[in-house]
Every structure is written in structure tokens, then in C-alpha cells.
């Protein structure tokens, strides 16, 4: 295993070869010239040598101790189904490799607060995909709101889809799965380490498994976080709401076939107006913020933060600086899931 503390070249290897790897990892490590590609594993051979002949991978693995015993290491992108990732993760970390996890980090707490402890006792950087965090629009629309107010108050995320809401060939619920990223963006905009306090409703529509859930809960920090699933709507949702006192932001990360993403920042002054027909419209302004702007990509790679959550990763490998995203951190999230689904109303 090389040594690059100091900088240099990342030789990284990839678990799974599947759909996330294909449409947005490998494209990302393979613009990155501080990155080498050395190897390539998937039960599915056909799988893993069509990758690496599209991206110059020389090698391909169908096991993964294998790949480890052959191949100089630094860093492994475990990018494997939820149900396998623990073991994918554990046995990585236990090499002595860097891991960069696909969300979510386990299918239980148990499991990400277990990565957490091997990570904690092999000192390596271990980083959870949690690549929402990563949209430029969404970091700048923080940035923003956190410029014109000394506390965010109320987080409000949505993810909305048509479809079924059993997970990973279905093992796991979509809300553990799936609806995972907007729970940890809803508590990345509020600031909140952690939920004191969580409650959901939770139906079934049209299905035999659960596949809506609407939950509220009150962070460590006093913010209030919402969340609002539903799998069996009118298509893909995914917006959130972030308010401070006098300051708003809506941040929209698609509807349906649209990926405009992008987000309104409202601010007001002056008088307070109640009624726009009793007194007319309050003095306020409102700012557009475009993410492929501000990504200066029109590469959904790009402008939907994947590539930029890879090149923080390959990053703090590099100068061993801590991963904002890092399994210590997202365990929380996990927890957060529990936590709503041990609530229900």
C-alpha cells in the first residue's frame, strides 16, 4: 500500500461495478488526473471487465481478497448493494485501505456504528456517500442563508417517487434505502448533531409494504426538522425548505424528468405585511441560485455534487484531513431513521 500522505497519486480500486459506479463514480475518478483506476471488482465478471475497458482499468476481480492480495492499494470505493455493504466496508477497512461508502452506510445502526468503531481503531478515512451534501447549489444556498441569520429554525425535505418501496431486491425499506439522503440533508441544513425528539405517521397506498412517511423532530441545536416521503405519487420530488428568522431558502432538486436544480433565497425588511390583499405585498427580495451554474457543468455527475463528493474523499486521503461525511458522522443519520420509524404515531 502506497503512502500518500504527502500528496501524489490515489491508486484506488472499485467494489461493484453496478449502476452507481457506471453513471457517476467512474466518470468522476476517471477526470481526475491524481487518481489512478488500478483495479476493478464484481461477481459479475462480464460486468467488471466492460468497466474497465471503458474507463482503462487494467485489472478486474471477481473476489475481493483477491483483488487485496494482488493489487497495490490505497483507497477502495465500495460501491455495493445496501445489504452487502457492511461486509464490503468491514473487510476494506480491516485491509487498511481508505473506504469511500455508498450510502447507506448499513442496513442497521448497529452495523454503521460497528464501520464507525473499526474506523476509529485502523485511524483510515472512512467517508459515506451522502452526496446531496456535495450539490454546489445546495452548499452555496447554506452559505447564503447562514450569512443572513444566526440560527437556522425549521429544515423541511421531501422525497417523493413512483415506484416500489421494498429496496436492495427487497430486503430493505425504501425509507432506510432511499429516503436516507434527504433525512441527512435535512440535518446537515438544520446543524443538528443529532434528534432529541422524533415521531412519523407512516401508511401504505396501493401496496402491501409501507411506502409513506411523515415525521417531524427537534435537533440537539432546537432546529425543527420535517420530513416527507411518499413512493407512490404523481413522480420524482425532491425539494427542501431552509428558514431563519427574516430569511428562507427552497431548494429544488428535481421534479419528475426536470433536473433544474436549483434554489430561491427569500429575505424580508422593513414592515410586516400579514395580508397581500389588506396590506399589500411586504417588503422582501428573493435571489435565483442555478446549480449547473454554479457547478460549471451541464454533467449530472457534476451539477448533482456526485464528482465533487469524490474529489473531497480523494482529497482528505491525500492530506489526512477529516471527511465531512465521515461513518462517525453518518451513523447519526441511521440513528435518525431508527429513531422516526421507533416513533410512530
Given at each position: ?240 425548505q431552509m428558514h431563519g428568522v427574516g430569511v428562507s431558502a427552497f431548494i429544488d432538486l428535481g421534479m419528475g424528468a426536470q433536473m433544474d436544480v436549483s434554489s430561491r433565497i427569500l429575505t424580508h425588511s422593513g414592515a410586516i405585511s400579514y395580508s397581500l390583499a389588506a396590506?399589500?405585498?411586504a417588503k422582501e427580495e428573493s435571489v435565483i441560485l442555478d446549480g449547473r451554474e454554479l457547478a460549471g457543468s451541464n454533467d449530472f455527475h457534476k ?43
Amino acid at each position: 500500500m502506497s503512502n500518500n500522505s504527502s500528496g501524489g497519486t490515489v491508486k484506488v480500486a472499485v467494489v461493484g461495478a453496478g449502476g452507481i459506479a457506471r453513471s457517476v463514480h467512474l466518470p468522476s475518478l476517471s477526470e481526475m488526473e491524481d487518481v489512478q483506476l488500478v483495479a476493478i471488482c464484481d461477481l459479475i465478471p462480464e460486468r467488471a471487465k466492460e468497466q474497465a475497458a471503458k474507463w482503462g482499468i487494467p485489472k478486474t476481480y471477481t473476489l475481493m481478497r483477491e483483488m487485496f492480495a494482488n493489487e497495490d492499494i490505497d483507497a477502495v470505493f465500495c460501491l455495493v448493494e445496501p445489504g452487502s455493504m457492511f461486509h464490503v466496508a468491514s473487510l476494506a477497512i480491516e485491509h487498511g485501505y481508505h473506504a469511500f461508502l455508498e450510502k447507506p452506510p448499513g442496513i442497521t445502526s448497529y452495523q454503521a456504528d460497528s464501520l464507525a468503531r473499526k474506523a476509529d481503531a485502523s485511524g483510515k478515512t472512512v467517508m459515506v456517500a451522502f452526496n446531496r451534501r456535495f450539490i454546489p447549489v445546495v452548499r452555496k444556498t447554506k452559505e447564503m442563508v447562514k450569512s443572513l441569520t444566526d440560527k437556522v429554525i425549521q429544515v423541511e425535505g421531501c422525497f417523493f417517487k413512483f415506484g416500489d418501496a421494498a429496496f436492495d431486491k427487497g430486503s430493505l425499506p425504501s425509507f432506510v434505502s432511499d429516503t436516507i439522503h434527504s433525512v441527512d440533508l435535512m440535518r446537515y441544513l438544520c446543524d443538528g448533531n443529532d434528534a432529541v425528539k422524533a415521531a412519523m405517521v407512516v401508511n401504505r397506498f396501493d401496496s402491501v409494504v409501507d411506502n409513506a412517511w411523515n415525521g417531524i423532530c427537534v435537533f440537539d441545536n432546537g432546529a425543527t426538522g420535517i420530513i416527507k416521503a411518499n413512493y407512490r405519487v404523481g413522480g420524482r420530488v425532491h425539494q427542501f425548505q431552509m428558514h431563519g428568522v427574516g430569511v428562507s431558502a427552497f431548494i429544488d432538486l428535481g421534479m419528475g424528468a426536470q433536473m433544474d436544480v436549483s434554489s430561491r433565497i427569500l429575505t424580508h425588511s422593513g414592515a410586516i405585511s400579514y395580508s397581500l390583499a389588506a396590506t399589500g405585498a411586504a417588503k422582501e427580495e428573493s435571489v435565483i441560485l442555478d446549480g449547473r451554474e454554479l457547478a460549471g457543468s451541464n454533467d449530472f455527475h457534476k451539477f448533482y455534487g456526485y464528482y465533487f463528493e469524490d474529489r473531497h474523499f480523494i482529497d482528505c486521503v491525500k492530506s489526512g484531513e477529516t471527511p465531512e461525511t465521515t461513518i462517525q458522522d453518518a451513523r447519526l443519520s441511521v440513528h435518525l431513521v431508527e429513531k422516526f420509524l421507533a416513533n410512530q404515531l
